[in-house]
C-alpha cells in the first residue's frame, strides 16, 4: 500500500461545480497534513493546512478523518483558474520535521 | 521574509555526465531542506532530506547523492547521470518544528539525453 494515495483523475468539471478530492494516508501516527496545488511545470504551492476539526478558507474546505485515516479536499463554485493538480501531503513522522510524504496528485480541469 | 534559491533553471546533459544542482535558503536558520523529483506526469518522489548541516537522510536508492556543506545550503549531485535521471527536481525547505509547512523553490528540469 502506498503511504499515500490520491484519487486517480482527471476531473472534468464545469464552471461552478462543486468538486471532491479525497485522499487515504497508511501511517496512524501520522501528525499534520496539507493540500498543495501544482499548476503546468510550476513548484507545487501550499493551497491549505488541514486541522482536525476541519477548516475553511473561502470555497475550499479541508476535512481530516483520523479514524478513517483520509483527508478531503472540496472545491465549491469552480472557477476557471482552479484548473491545476491537487496533491494531499502527510508527514509520516510527527511534527519534527522529517518526512513529507505526497500522493500522486489529482488533476482537476474547470472548462467553461 | 523567507526565500529560496534554486538553480540552474534547466539543463540538458549527456548519459554519463555528473550533475550539480543547488539550491539556498535565505530568511531563516537551521531549515529542514529536501530535494524531491517527478518524473513527467508522475507524482512528487522526496529523494533526500536533511535536518542539519552533515545530517542527510536517502529515501531511495539511486545515482543520486545529497550534501549540505552550509546551514542553509544543499545540493544535489550525481557522478553519473543515467537516461531515469530525467525530471523535475525540486529544493523544499520547513522549519524544524510544528507545522512542517514546504516552500518550493522554482524547480530545475533536468533532461538527460
Known amino acids: 500500500r502506498k503511504e499515500v494515495e490520491q484519487d486517480p483523475g482527471p476531473f472534468n468539471v464545469p464552471e461552478g461545480a462543486t468538486v471532491a478530492f479525497n485522499c487515504t494516508y497508511s501511517?496512524?501516527?501520522?501528525?499534520?497534513f496539507f493540500w498543495y496545488r501544482q499548476d503546468c511545470r510550476k513548484e507545487p504551492k501550499l493551497l491549505m493546512s488541514v486541522y482536525s476539526s476541519g477548516n475553511e478558507d473561502g470555497r475550499f474546505t479541508a476535512q481530516l478523518n483520523r479514524a478513517s485515516q483520509y483527508i478531503s479536499l472540496l472545491i465549491r463554485d469552480s472557477k476557471l483558474s482552479d484548473s491545476a493538480t491537487y496533491l494531499c501531503v502527510v508527514n509520516i513522522l510527527g511534527n519534527q520535521g522529517g518526512k513529507l510524504i505526497f500522493g500522486q496528485g489529482t488533476e482537476l480541469s474547470v472548462k467553461p | 521574509s523567507q526565500t529560496i534559491h534554486q538553480w540552474p533553471a534547466t539543463l540538458v546533459q549527456p548519459v554519463g555526465s555528473p550533475l550539480s544542482l543547488e539550491c539556498t535558503v535565505e530568511g531563516t536558520s537551521n531549515p529542514n531542506l529536501y530535494w524531491y523529483r517527478q518524473a513527467a506526469g508522475r507524482g512528487l518522489q522526496l529523494l533526500f532530506y536533511?535536518?542539519?548541516?552533515g545530517q542527510i537522510s536517502s529515501e531511495v536508492p539511486q545515482n543520486l547523492s545529497a550534501s549540505r556543506p552550509q546551514d542553509r545550503q544543499f545540493i544535489l549531485s550525481s557522478k553519473k547521470l543515467l537516461l531515469s535521471d530525467s525530471g523535475f527536481y525540486l529544493c523544499?525547505?520547513?522549519w524544524g518544528s510544528g507545522a512542517n509547512v514546504l516552500t518550493f523553490g522554482a524547480g530545475s528540469r533536468l533532461t538527460v539525453l
Open positions: 501511517n496512524s501516527a501520522s501528525q499534520s
Open positions: 523544499a525547505w520547513s
Open positions: 536533511s535536518v542539519g548541516i
